[in-house]
């Protein structure tokens, strides 16, 4: 199978996959279905369009219509099964995971097949990757994943892409390399989710004092969240101290 072909192939189960993810939150949002074709167009080309305007290139989704299929279709499926769809979130997380795993490999090779350095490959593999789903996220005012501390997102993308650019520059790059590298990074993903995984937080307590030194983390930052002292529970027993000093609000005279 030749290179564009392959890359062509992947491109559209990416989108699909990236498409019904983005379609799944329109659905758990009870957007109709025009926002949850919105959501998945934007979920499945958005990081390929970031990328090949960086490259300098007609973006894949204009030069071959066919990858605005998979869009369409994905929000199809989603609202003709949408009342025997469960746990909508985790349908999302493992779809989105999916995207994420076939586009850090596309992106990374299609940039390598420009001409471009292997940092500058990277970079665009893992834009491929995170793009769709930030644009998704915030057009759905939801945190976007690349910002969400509580669990790896960017890593498993950069790690795939880093994997992608070695194989192709070993010249073992192909489908079977190509499909390994996503299974991979989809992998990595999942059980980064499932295991909670997350990488160092800044410590929380800043002020015009400086840091207060209760707030301290009971364990690692790189595992499972840990507990901080002084968080929210403390917070909030604050919050109730004040309530009950200045009283239910009298009646006015």
């Excluded at 960086?54 to 199809?76: I, K, N, W």
């Excluded at 915030?138 to 950069?158: K, Q, T």
């Excluded at 892409?161 to 996503?182: E, F, I, K, Q, R």
Aim: a neutral charge.
């Amino acid at each position: 199978m030749e290179s564009s072909t392959l890359l062509l192939w992947f491109d559209l189960v990416g989108v699909f996959f990236f498409a019904l993810s983005g379609s799944l939150l329109a659905a758990r949002k009870n957007i109709d279905i025009t926002g949850g074709l919105v959501l998945g167009l934007l979920a499945g080309l958005g990081g390929g369009i970031m990328r090949d305007v960086m490259l300098g290139v007609t973006p894949l989704a204009l030069a071959q219509p066919v990858l605005l299929v998979p869009p369409f279709v994905a929000s199809a499926v989603v609202y003709l099964m949408g009342a025997h769809l469960h746990r909508v979130r985790t349908l999302i997380i493992v779809f989105d995971a999916a995207g994420l795993g076939l586009f850090c490999t596309f992106g990374t090779a299609r940039a390598l097949d420009h001409g471009m350095p292997v940092a500058s490959a990277l970079l665009l593999g893992v834009v491929t990757a995170v793009g769709g789903g930030l644009l998704r996220d915030v057009v759905a005012n939801e945190i976007p994943a690349v910002f969400n501390g509580s669990d790896l997102y960017v890593i498993p993308a950069a790690t795939g892409a880093a994997l992608t650019a070695l194989a192709v520059s070993t010249d073992t790059w192909g489908p079977v390399a190509a499909a390994v590298l996503s299974a991979f990074t989809f992998t990595f993903r999942m059980v980064a989710w499932r295991l909670q995984w997350r990488v160092p937080a800044p410590m929380r307590g800043w002020s015009m004092r400086g840091i207060d030194t209760r707030l301290r983390r009971d364990r690692p930052v790189f595992g499972r969240p840990g507990r901080m002292r002084g968080d929210d529970d403390e917070l909030r027993r604050d919050e109730d101290v004040d309530d009950y000093r200045d009283g239910p609000p009298g009646p006015r005279r």
